[in-house]
């Protein structure tokens, strides 16, 4: 099934057309990409634009729809009215999805005027934010009820149907169709957001070509945003579209690695077994989305060896996960962990191996952290890094009441902790 996407581009990847690609591409559909503009752009700044001729545009459309079935059309960027008259005229008899775009994030102006767009809004389905909602309808928002009033208005300018976006508000998002309002709640998801608009069109685009019904696709399509937020990456500083895939494909080799990596580790067997400490030993590796796999049930003394008590799966040790998130925090290249017994005899063997070390005192633990549900373990890690000022290979304490005293082995992958392991045992 084709979808039409019409956007401008990003260079920096982040937004635009390649977002619209993968979106379309990730939801199993194929994107038929038209270019409006090209920017000037990084993920800190947009520096300006060019709009295309509008027959330039106008010959791309027409190329594709002789020759694919196009059930839906994204709109984005246009970057001027002559290129959204052009637009309007050759995606007639499509279901049109408009992102008015009109700034970026960082208030760069991306279309000549707003004016230029409403010619577009009439048999639209239209998705601004809040800033784009109070330019479009002339009402300022600060409310749901704002939203549903400035929903209200577009649709009065002849949209088939409104979605007024609530990620510069409340994360609640208002859909006005066929005289009735819907109600999309959220919440704060951590990632980043640019390109945002451009997923949500195009994943509402793609579901609505393949025949769900408005309400069923703009929940399926805020869902699908909250998930490229939620696995956004670094390197773009900006949504990912293929956040499902990508996911998937980490989450199956970081089991697989760490999987094979603890049947190395219960080969050291007897020279293990007197270094698991009393609840346990487990063993952590987390995939570059910060999931993190662990042993369910833990590594536990079995006569004179060891054993994994379960398998290995997703969010199986909080302990471990809390301290190697945070450890990332600081150093992302570390992706593996596991905890020994401490005992001086390890920690001297660690020193003569070179290791980097660093410790932390529960006694310096401040009452706020103390009272604070399952704080300690992120005071911990960061006043170790902090210590030292630098990556630490062994993080160790020494306990308090009721804590057992426990030391901490990381590592870029979880080979690189077994070997580190089977080094300070031998």
């Known amino acids: 099934m084709a979808v039409l996407v019409i956007a401008g581009l990003d260079p920096g990847g982040g937004a635009g057309l390649k977002a619209d690609i993968e979106t379309v591409s990730a939801l199993g559909e194929h994107p038929l990409p038209v270019l409006t503009s090209v920017t000037y752009q990084n993920p800190s700044e947009v520096r300006g634009y060019h709009p295309l001729l509008p027959e330039v545009v106008r010959e791309q459309i027409r190329a594709v729809r002789e020759s694919f079935e196009i059930k839906a059309a994204k709109i984005g960027m246009l970057g001027s009215g002559e290129v959204a008259k052009a637009v309007k005229k050759e995606t007639e008899g499509i279901v049109r999805v408009l992102d008015p775009v009109m700034k970026s994030s960082t208030g760069a102006e991306l279309i000549d005027s707003v004016e230029s767009l409403k010619p577009l809004i009439p048999g639209s389905v239209v998705t601004p934010n809040v800033p784009e909602a109070e330019e479009l309808s002339g009402l300022k928002i600060r409310s749901v009820e704002d939203m549903r009033e400035a929903a209200k208005a577009i649709a009065e300018l ?76 670094a390197e773009a500083k900006a949504v990912n579209p293929l956040w499902e895939l990508e996911r998937d494909a980490y989450r199956w080799r970081a089991k697989k690695e760490l999987e ?26 987390a995939t570059p989305f910060n999931e993190v796999f662990a042993v369910k049930g833990r590594i536990v003394r079995y006569g004179r060896t060891v054993k994994p008590v379960g398998p290995v799966e997703l969010n199986a040790s909080d302990h471990l996960k809390r301290a190697l998130l945070k450890m990332r925090e600081f150093y992302p290249g570390v992706r593996a962990v596991l905890n020994l017994r401490y005992s001086v005899e390890l920690i001297e063997e660690a020193k003569r191996l070179g290791l980097t070390i660093s410790f932390y005192d529960r006694r310096e633990e401040p009452e706020v952290v103390k009272r604070a549900e399952k704080g300690t373990m992120g005071w911990g890690m960061e006043s170790a890094v902090k210590r030292i000022r630098k990556r630490p290979d062994l993080v160790y304490h020494l306990g308090d009441w009721g804590k057992e005293p426990m030391v901490l082995i990381f590592g870029r992958s979880a080979r690189e902790v077994v070997e580190r392991v089977e080094l300070l045992l031998s």
Do not use: Q
């Open 260 to 285: 094979e990596a603890v049947k190395e580790l219960i080969k050291l067997g007897e020279k293990l077994n007197p270094h698991v400490p009393e609840v346990g030993t487990n063993f952590a590796l």
């Open 158 to 233: 002849g949209a088939e149907a409104v979605v007024v976006k609530g990620g510069h508000l409340n994360y609640t998002d208002v859909l006005y169709w066929e005289g009735r309002f819907y109600e999309f709640s959220g919440g704060r998801v951590e990632g980043f957001t640019h390109g945002t608009g451009c997923a949500f069109s195009s994943a509402l685009a793609t579901l609505l070509a393949r025949g769900l019904e408005l309400p069923e696709a703009v929940e399926r399509a805020k869902r699908f945003v909250e998930g490229s937020i939620g696995f956004s990456k």
